[in-house]
């Protein structure tokens, strides 16, 4: 499952690290990038949870999970034909309809996979080999954007149409190792279980924590925004196409800082317990968001932000699904796993457009304070819980 990740993340991180700047080369806005995000978190959000009820339902998750890897693949290496952003917007969502299809799968394999008091590092150990990924995807398209831009171009959208092309081999690569390398524990079929009366029937504690997770996702924001912020910050002192490789590298910064923070985050929470854990992960985002209030230029202020990114979604992604574990029982976890998805999704949503809406017509600032002060409430909501 880590190769899989590894292989798709790099396929579509890749793409995700030049977006904000394709997207500039052909003349959309950054509201354009906060609906692209936001409408394609939130089908994914909605498809979670439709896969996750139905795979607990006929006792079997693998198929679905291999053709959502196989349709993320695919759909990304769209982006090399967009000439104006809604077709951008289409890859996307069908890139993330696919996503929406295998993550809950794969969860709830990943977590019937291991014993309980080994869930924390099982599921850091997935984010570290699905980060390392989304290192090498942004490596790749800088060191392809490097080698292109020597050339005279015509077209200065020409290069990132290359890297998303490119995609294509990683990104049908994943779908082949989950087919042929993971083997998955069947259950039997529970034809009876009833969509929304199995959603009722969650346990409290999960919904509880559901609240948390959701005002927090408000404010949790696509972060190729931060992208396009570090390429606006940079362009006026090294030019667009400069600016856009040092904004990849910065991204590529975020996803080392989240491939190191995740085993161990994973580990510790086994040990000292994960709500406090998750409820700091979730200040540190805050901090990073007060961080970009201020407009600095500088390399090593912008690093030391995108390294705090890396390492709040690090605590995020492995706490929330190993807390998902702990809290759900075995019959409905896909449907669990769904949900807590589409809680997710829906906060990308919302907060993605809000951000982009702020961006445009006030400023930037505005977008990130916004983010800073849902971010607060979901942490103090999340270190409430028992």
């Given at each position: 499952m880590g190769l899989t990740s590894l292989l798709?993340?790099?396929?579509?991180?890749?793409?995700?690290?030049?977006?904000?700047?394709?997207?500039?080369?052909i003349g959309a806005s950054p509201i354009a990038l906060g609906v692209i995000e936001g409408v394609s978190d939130a089908v994914a959000s909605f498809v979670k949870l439709g896969a996750?009820?139905?795979?607990?339902?006929?006792?079997?998750?693998?198929?679905?999970?291999?053709?959502?890897?196989f349709l993320t693949g695919?759909?990304?290496?769209?982006?090399?034909?967009?000439?104006?952003?809604?077709?951008?917007?289409?890859?996307?969502?069908?890139?993330?309809?696919?996503?929406?299809?295998?993550?809950?799968?794969r969860d709830a394999m990943l977590a019937e996979s291991v014993s309980p008091e080994d869930?924390?590092?099982?599921?850091?150990?997935?984010?570290?080999?699905?980060?390392?990924g989304a290192i090498l995807g942004p490596l790749l398209a800088v060191l392809v954007i490097g080698y292109l831009e020597a050339a005279?171009?015509?077209?200065?959208?020409?290069?990132?149409?290359?890297?998303?092309?490119?995609?294509?081999?990683?990104?049908?690569?994943?779908?082949?190792?989950?087919?042929?390398?993971?083997?998955?524990?069947?259950?039997?079929?529970?034809?009876?279980?009833?969509?929304?009366?199995?959603?009722?029937a969650l346990p409290q504690h999960y919904k509880r924590f559901?609240?948390?997770?959701?005002?927090?996702?408000?404010?949790?924001?696509?972060?190729?925004?931060?992208?396009?912020?570090?390429?606006?910050?940079?362009?006026?002192?090294?030019?667009?196409?400069?600016?856009?490789?040092?904004?990849?590298?910065?991204?590529?910064?975020?996803?080392?800082?989240?491939?190191?923070?995740?085993?161990?985050?994973?580990?510790?929470?086994?040990?000292?317990?994960?709500?406090?854990?998750?409820?700091?992960?979730?200040?540190?985002a805050v901090v990073m968001c007060l961080g970009f209030l201020f407009p600095v230029s500088s390399l090593w202020y912008l690093g030391v932000l995108f390294a705090l990114a890396g390492t709040y979604i690090a605590v995020e992604d492995a706490l929330e699904g190993a807390i998902a574990a702990d809290l759900l029982p075995p019959d409905v976890r896909g449907l669990g796993y769904g949900v807590l998805g589409t809680v997710n999704g829906l906060g990308d949503l919302i907060s993605s457009v809000i951000v982009g809406l702020l961006w445009t017509h006030l400023t930037p600032i505005a977008g990130f304070a916004y983010a800073a002060v849902l971010g607060l409430a979901g942490a103090l909501l999340v270190v409430r819980i028992r």
């Open positions: 798709s993340d790099a396929g579509h991180e890749s793409a995700t690290a030049v977006l904000p700047a394709f997207l500039s080369a996750g009820w139905y795979s607990d339902r006929i006792g079997h998750r693998k198929p679905i999970a291999v053709a959502g890897y695919v759909a990304t290496a769209l982006f090399a034909f967009a000439w104006s952003w809604p077709l951008v917007l289409v890859g996307r969502v069908l890139g993330w309809f696919g996503r929406g299809i295998r993550g809950p799968l869930t924390g590092k099982a599921f850091g150990f997935h984010r570290a080999g699905d980060t390392l005279p171009q015509a077209d200065p959208s020409q290069p990132f149409r290359v890297v998303f092309l490119l995609t294509l081999i990683p990104g049908v690569g994943s779908a082949l190792a989950f087919a042929f390398m993971v083997t998955e524990q069947r259950r039997p079929a529970n034809h009876q279980l009833r969509f929304w009366a199995s959603v009722r559901l609240i948390g997770v959701g005002v927090f996702g408000l404010g949790d924001f696509a972060h190729t925004l931060l992208i396009l912020r570090a390429t606006e910050l940079l362009t006026p002192e090294f030019g667009v196409t400069h600016a856009a490789q040092l904004a990849a590298l910065l991204f590529t910064l975020r996803n080392v800082f989240y491939a190191l923070a995740s085993y161990p985050i994973g580990a510790l929470s086994d040990t000292v317990g994960r709500r406090g854990l998750l409820a700091l992960g979730y200040l540190a």
